[in-house]
């Protein structure tokens, strides 16, 4: 896997009740990109992020996984969630290394208790996001029907769209006319945007959660994926710019923005244990790391030697040289690291 600027990478959360699809939305993103030759099962065992033994026995997603998707130019790193409210716990590190969450919904189940819980979870940290309604395949479902029961539980800000976008609706057009003053005013005057208005003014409604895009798919029934990532790379937001809460070496509370022209800092916000050790994966906060590199365990006050970086694909361990400020990256066998830890440069 080659090394992508932080400009060109997207962090996304998949959240959702259990059983609504975001494994088989992943497969089929794996099996669209080249990276599998087959669309893997979660009733067969045989999928990527669900490659623990007792989620193959069970049948569903117990522990969050990493997944990668190169598109198009762009990194993104979905981040599959389990969605039973009994591993919440995952949900929580999930959005705190996310920009963005995808939230499926199974069409012939509406809202449950799994989607209130995501939703929730979003509100709470303020996460952008998208619902993708899914499992259309069932008998009488009506695509409308699902969003009109949607916007009842949580608001008009979800608004139904196709990409790429073709004929834009009134509903739609009026979202994107509140995401700037002067696309407001056009709008009230009754002047058309042109086409970069509305995708600018799409990102930076997503962006700060006055649009909640709504789509559908049947990624079971082999349809391509290629919309919602197009819709992702295009409108999520890129992780530069995102403010974190942190403390300084005086023990002030501070902000440190994710930028890539900063000294290096990561948080760990996962530990995995196999049988060869444990894995810190974590989200490079700002800099750039490299193997071999020195940082400082702020809790431990303990120097850590930074192995090998590798990004995960389920269980696969894919060795990089760097990564940029935004990134997701995972080390191997580090002496003091716990979850939840900083580990930045000394000075």
Request: hydrophobic share 40%.
């Amino acid at each position: 896997m080659k090394g992508y600027t932080s400009e060109k990478i997207r962090n996304v959360a998949l959240l959702g009740h259990g059983g609504c699809g975001k494994t088989t939305f992943l497969e089929a993103a794996l099996l669209g990109t080249g990276v599998t030759k087959k669309l893997g099962r979660v009733e067969d065992g045989n999928t990527v992020s669900d490659y623990d033994k007792m989620e193959k026995e069970k049948g569903y997603s117990i522990y969050t996984s990493i997944i990668p998707i190169e598109w198009k130019g762009t990194k993104i790193n979905f981040i599959d969630t389990p969605g039973y409210f009994d591993f919440v716990t995952e949900v929580n590190c999930a959005l705190k290394a996310a920009e963005a969450a995808l939230i499926m919904v199974d069409a012939g189940s509406g809202v449950q208790v799994g989607t209130e819980a995501a939703w929730k979870a979003c509100e709470k940290n303020g996460t952008p996001r998208i619902v993708v309604i899914n499992k259309r395949d069932k008998d009488d479902v009506e695509f409308n029907a699902v969003v009109d029961a949607l916007k009842e539980k949580f608001g008009d800000k979800l608004v139904p769209m196709s990409w790429p976008l073709g004929e834009v609706d009134d509903s739609l057009m009026e979202a994107i006319a509140e995401s700037d003053e002067e696309l407001m005013m056009k709008y009230f005057e009754g002047e058309e945007f042109s086409e970069e208005e509305i995708k600018t003014g799409l990102a930076a409604g997503i962006a700060s959660g006055i649009i909640v895009p709504v789509c559908n798919s049947t990624f079971r029934m082999n349809q391509p994926v290629d919309q919602i990532l197009d819709l992702v790379a295009a409108c999520v937001p890129a992780p530069l710019g995102k403010v974190y809460k942190a403390v300084n070496a005086q023990g002030e509370e501070i902000e440190k923005v994710c930028a890539k022209d900063a000294a290096p800092s990561v948080q760990v916000f996962k530990t995995i244990a196999d049988q060869f050790g444990k894995i810190s994966v974590m989200k490079v906060v700002t800099g750039k790391i490299e193997s071999g590199m020195d940082l400082m365990n702020t809790r431990a006050a303990k120097s850590e030697r930074l192995g090998k970086l590798f990004a995960l694909r389920g269980n696969e361990q894919i060795e990089v040289g760097a990564a940029e400020a935004g990134d997701i990256v995972a080390i191997s066998k580090l002496q003091y690291t716990q979850t939840g830890d900083t580990l930045c440069d000394k000075a």
